[in-house]
């Protein structure tokens, strides 16, 4: 299971933040778990949180919410569509 620590960590590289800089943790940490409990709402299972897959549509989904316009929310089309696979998935098992 990756922790959310190893999570920040590929979330930085995702972003093109050094991994030695630490002035963002928290506003990424704030994005990071908003994601993960918004993934789990819409049906993603603790064992898909867990898939290669899930770790890609989490770092998508923090970048969409760092660059996020202000007063605006709004996830990526790829953000929806990887996250609709996984949820599929659950319904399929």
Known sequence: MMTNEELLIECKIGLSIS????????????????????MKN?????????????VGV??????DLWQMESGVVRFSPAFNTLLTQLTYDEVEE
């Not at 994005?31 to 918004?38: E, I, N």
């Not at 819409?42 to 897959?53: I, P, Q, R, T, Y």
């Not at 989490?58 to 970048?63: D, K, P, S, W």
Request: cysteine-free; hydrophobic content about 45%.
């Open 58 to 63: 989490i770092v998508m989904g923090v970048t």
């Open 42 to 54: 819409a049906g993603v299972s603790e064992e898909k949180m867990n898939d290669d897959l899930a």
């Open 19 to 38: 991994l030695q800089d630490s002035a963002q943790d928290g506003i990424l940490n704030q994005k990071l778990l908003a994601v993960k409990s918004y």
